[in-house]
């Protein structure tokens, strides 16, 4: 079955950087597209990026744009987030989701980001 | 501020029918699929529906979706305690180039 499992979050200074990682299986990893979906506490879902199946095309939320970075590893069936210059505001549970034809038709069970001095 | 409009909550007793609107505009919905997205309590989202009106294998056909123009709509037909939760509308946003979430509605069952 599809399986998606994030990690790498974490407390971290505002300006620190963190690196988030979502390993998957059960699927054709390199056939997917994958998203990066996250949730500020009590408040509702925030779409951040998208990278294609191959990592050709990659789209950000103006929010995130110019900090974050999406990429992924085909080899190794991960996807990554690289998240510089952290805000306040960037405090929230960070959800991978996969994408073949369906978008985010698999979520993983997220992983929390907390941005705090 | 989102870029789909929810309503905020919606409540209904069980076996009654209730539906979820969700408001968008010419970039987004009028153009693009909507998707709708289950958040139960403490757990990751789920996809409910997709392409407008389909549902994935395992979702109830209690749950029915439509869209029309800028707008869309979720229904459930015979509300079950079961179903209470965050309910999500989504789609991609041409002028934005990117994906976009309704603010979430929050269904209570009484």
């Known amino acids: ?117 | 501020q989102s870029v789909l409009t929810q309503p905020p909550s919606a409540s209904g007793t069980p076996g009654q029918r209730v539906t979820i609107s969700c408001s968008g505009s010419s970039a987004n919905i009028g153009g693009n699929s909507v998707n709708w997205y289950q958040q139960l309590p403490g757990t990751a989202p789920k996809l409910l529906i997709y392409s407008n009106s389909q549902r994935p294998s395992g979702v109830p056909d209690r749950f029915s979706a439509s869209k029309s123009g800028t707008s869309a709509s979720l229904a459930f037909s015979g509300l079950q305690s079961e179903d209470e939760a965050d309910y999500y509308c989504a789609t991609w946003d041409d002028s934005l180039s990117g994906w976009v979430f309704g603010g979430g509605t929050k269904l209570t069952v009484l």
């Open chain 1, 1 to 117: 079955q599809v399986q998606l499992v994030e990690s790498g979050g974490g407390v971290v200074q505002p300006g620190r950087s963190l690196r988030l990682s979502c390993a998957a299986s059960g699927f054709t990893f390199s056939s997917s597209g994958m998203h990066w979906v996250r949730q500020a506490p009590g408040k509702g879902l925030e779409w951040v990026t998208l990278i294609s199946y191959d990592g050709g095309k990659k789209y950000y939320a103006d929010s995130v744009k110019g900090r974050f970075t999406i990429s992924r590893d085909n080899s190794k069936n991960t996807l990554y987030l690289e998240m510089n210059n952290l805000r306040a505001e960037d405090t929230a549970v960070y959800y991978c989701a996969k994408e073949i034809g369906t978008p985010f038709d698999s979520w993983g069970q997220g992983t929390l980001v907390t941005v705090s001095s």
